[in-house]
């Protein structure tokens, strides 16, 4: 737990340095507070951290019955260098997705590439963090691969669509409105934006086009184009959020079972 807590921490202290944020969990961010040289080193640091705790790790020992019957001890070294290795392939995807979304501006995505710009920057970002902090729990716990696989996959599905609620979430909710706004002005291409450009003709695409960038150069009306997605997403954003972690639901259940844990 602690060592996905430190890759976790540290990933959002370099997420607030790189999106400029001010706030974190409703206290100031590390950079603001700290300056970004300390808050960088200090996430950093954290990532290698994690690290390291994953190589100290003791897995329990468990036994399982080979092909000819007979019972072998767990493999416990085999065992931690698969959790490295999933920990330093998730850290590369997320930086690939991260780099995706601080290089895009959401004013600057033709219509047609918005959904599938959007969905591979937050599976690399976010939902591959989430399906991380499972796999490696799953992969501690069983030498099975394949339920370490679909325990993986059904994190991934689960980071995705909380990346989804926390989007649409600030734009539709009172408490965090400050972050939209936040997002409206660094152009972050976000889910939010997803559900509010489906289905715009190519003129109404074009103008909210023109007032996002009107709001990333400081010249535009930031709560005007709240208030407009805030119309397109009252009414189904939560609802697809729902249906999005249902599903992920029923496709595990599909694949294990009736299991007490889901």
């Not at 300390?38 to 951290?49: D, K, R």
């Not at 329990?60 to 490295?84: K, S």
């Not at 184009?225 to 259940?253: D, S």
């Amino acid at each position: 737990h602690a060592a996905i807590e430190l890759l976790h921490n540290g990933s959002l202290i370099v997420d607030d340095i790189e999106d400029a944020a001010d706030e974190r969990r409703g206290a100031p961010a590390l950079h603001r507070t700290h300056g970004v040289p300390i808050a960088l080193n200090t996430g950093n640091w954290m990532y290698f951290a994690g690290l390291k705790m994953l190589a100290s790790l003791d897995i329990p020992v468990q036994t399982r019955a080979n092909l000819v019957g007979t019972a072998v001890l767990r493999d416990q070294d085999a065992c931690v260098a698969a959790l490295q290795r999933d920990a330093i392939d998730t850290l590369m995807r997320c930086h690939h997705g991260q780099a995706l979304d601080i290089a895009t501006a959401i004013h600057a995505v033709h219509q047609a590439d918005v959904e599938a710009m959007v969905r591979t920057s937050t599976t690399l970002k976010t939902g591959s963090l989430m399906g991380l902090a499972l796999r490696l729990g799953a992969r501690a716990a069983t030498d099975n691969r394949s339920l370490v696989e679909a325990i993986g996959c059904f994190g991934e599905q689960v980071g995705i669509g909380l990346q989804m609620l926390d989007d649409v979430g600030c734009v539709l909710g009172t408490q965090r409105r400050h972050k939209a706004i936040e997002d409206l002005r660094s152009a972050a291409p976000t889910v939010a934006w997803v559900w509010t450009v489906e289905g715009l003709d190519e003129l109404s695409f074009a103008r909210l086009q023109r007032d996002a960038r009107g709001v990333h150069e400081g010249h535009g009306d930031a709560h005007a184009l709240l208030q407009a997605m805030m119309m397109r997403l009252e009414h189904t954003g939560k609802a697809r959020v729902a249906a999005w972690l249902n599903r992920a639901f029923t496709e595990l259940r599909a694949l294990v079972g009736a299991h007490p844990a889901l």
